[in-house]
């Protein structure tokens, strides 16, 4: 299709109305949002960047169940929308937040690229970044996993009737950031 723009990472997408081509981008996690009617992948470009793309009703069924899980990709013909704060829930916790996601159509393809490009893109698994989660002010719960190491951690306690009781830990941990 003519008129698109080729782009290799999710920070060079600013223009609702163009079309792009983004090359490579893995897919990291596909979840379907059965209240929305609609299913959601998390992508992650080559600089670690990740962003969400939606599937309307109407393409679920040629994505959902495909191999895409895991894969590297050319995302073909696409465009941007912005989240306007509503961030999609997986299991009542938002996975990723951002103001912008991939919108996409029946135009848009999937091309798995070759073992060549694979081997050499980067595998990261759905994990912030533990500055980012300290920088995150909102209110929203969100599912995290962290990759990093305890360094400190603290006991808390609380009476009850006279007892003293163990309610809960506070850790510090500590990752590449």
Known sequence: MNGNIYVDAFSLLLNYHLWYILTPVRMDFIWRDSRANKLFMVLIDQ????????????????????????????????????????????????????????????????????????????????????????????ERKMMIDVVGKIIKGKRNYSRYSGLLTLTSFTLYLQDGS
């Open 47 to 138: 600089n670690r960047e990740k962003l969400l793309a939606v599937v309307p009703q109407q393409m679920m069924r040629f994505i959902y169940g495909g191999n895409l899980l895991g894969g590297v990709f050319s995302l073909n013909h696409f465009q941007i929308e912005p989240t306007y704060a509503k961030y999609p829930r997986y299991q009542e916790y938002s996975l990723l937040r951002g103001d912008l996601m991939i919108k996409i159509s029946n135009n848009t393809r999937f091309n798995r690229l070759v073992d060549v490009i694979i081997s050499w893109f980067p595998v990261f698994p759905l994990v912030p970044l533990i500055k980012s989660l300290v920088e995150d002010q909102t």
